[in-house]
């Protein structure tokens, strides 16, 4: 089992900055990639950013630009600059360890002035 903790939401007026944390822990012999979600109220929940292990990370055009994720071991990061109303939503970080995807327990964006 891999346990996920996040960190780092909370509340940042328009254009703004803001990085999310994602630490994995537990029995994780090689992690196959490492990846953000995030789920506004109503909508699907949609990636944000991915890093493979042997490829260069991919963002959607959404966030491209605004968005860095990067990965130090067995911790993701993300970092949202420019931060729109739009961005709004609960963050998730996603790791495939084994083949087997595992979830974070989210974290809140709060976009407003």
């Known amino acids: 089992q891999v346990q996920l903790v996040e960190s780092g939401g909370g509340l940042v007026q328009p254009g703004g900055s803001l990085t999310l944390s994602c630490a994995a822990s537990?029995?994780?012999?090689?992690?196959?990639?490492m990846s953000w979600y995030r789920q506004a109220p109503g909508k699907q929940r949609e990636l944000v950013a991915l890093i493979p292990s042997t490829s260069i990370p991919h963002y959607p055009d959404s966030v491209k630009g605004r968005f860095t994720i990067s990965r130090d071991k067995n911790t993701v990061y993300l970092q949202m600059n420019s931060l729109k109303p739009e961005d709004a939503a609960v963050y998730y970080c996603?790791?495939?360890?084994?083949?087997?995807?595992?979830w974070g327990q989210g974290t809140q964006v709060t976009v407003s002035s």
């Open positions: 996603n790791v495939i360890e084994g083949g087997k995807g595992y």
């Open positions: 537990g029995r994780i012999f090689n992690i196959d990639a």
